[in-house]
């Protein structure tokens, strides 16, 4: 959902017009950043006309309305603490639940059903995760509730995504790190995205800055589902996003070089050495490192700047755990 960016002298009046206009989004808490506050806001055209930056900012929600606290105490009618201590976080992506139900709660599975259902009335499909397979990164899913069908359409950073979970990689978690990147973006950006998935990054980038975006992408299915989240939200968009159907390690060493290359590495390939020469002045590079190999990754990348002839500054960002002390990290990489 969409924040209000006000100075902090203005945040009260500014929250009580929103609130007389039906535009405060009261579900979710306000956040103080320097000398503004970012007011959460409902989606929609007329906050803009306000006249105050709007952001494209995931405000926490008010504790009481913590969703992943809700399932908890629903199932805390059916399940012991014990086995309540077993539930794992879920993602509801568009109008499908994505759950893990470890061996201990296999048993349990139609009371996770049920509480989720409660939770989430809107959800139609709930579906049990495996793990991601092959070069394309998609994965394996049960449908374990309601319609037979892993497609829908996502509402992330003011942009929709049309996914399907059984053709193209989405990662709904990356929500907060692509509100990032899309922060540190300039208008007038030349940026080159490899590795592009159903375009998320780009998407959510395109709609606040007016940029020029080369994205990649191997998996044709992924690509055509891109290729419609462009048209799905052309009004939206700020920037314009040209969209390639190939292997980025053949057609990369065609492409020209850019401001920011932004690299969501797939799993076990390096990219390093061929997304670092194509930036001329910023790299976000994803890879997934133990907490043991932290320094041994930045040395790589300041060993790989030193062979290319650039000056780097390198900083190794905790994205999310992946698995027990091994993270998805990201480096931003400034050339200076
Ligand atoms: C980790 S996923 C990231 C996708 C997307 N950026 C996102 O965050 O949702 C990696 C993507 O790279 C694609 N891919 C794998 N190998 C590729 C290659 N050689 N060239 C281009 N894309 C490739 C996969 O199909 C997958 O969509």
New binding site residues.
Partial sequence: MPALKVPKREAEPVKRKLKRLNLYDGKRRPKRVGDFVLLPVVDGDEVSLLGYEVLPVELPLRPERQIYKNLESVLAERLSGEELKHLRRYDVIGDIAVVQIPPELEGRTADIIWGLRKVHPFIRVIAKKGF?EG????RDYSIIWGEKRLETIHKENGVEIKVDLSR????PR?KGE?YRLAQLVRDGERIL??????????LVIARYRKVKIT?????RE?YELGLENIELNRKRLKGEIEFIH??????LPELPTYDRV?S????G?D?LALTLSKAERWLHY?DFVGEAELGDFRRRIIGECSRQGKDCEVRVKKVSDFKPRVFKVCADVVVK
Avoid: C, Q
Wanted: net charge positive; hydrophobic share 55%; glycine share 2%.
């Fill in positions: 991601h070069k394309f990164r998609v193209a990689f989405f990662n990356m692509r995205i490899p590795f592009a998935g159903v375009l998320p990054y780009a994205a990649v992408e191997l998996n992924a190939s292997d980025a390690f053949e057609v932004i969501p590495t797939p799993r390939v990219a994803y």
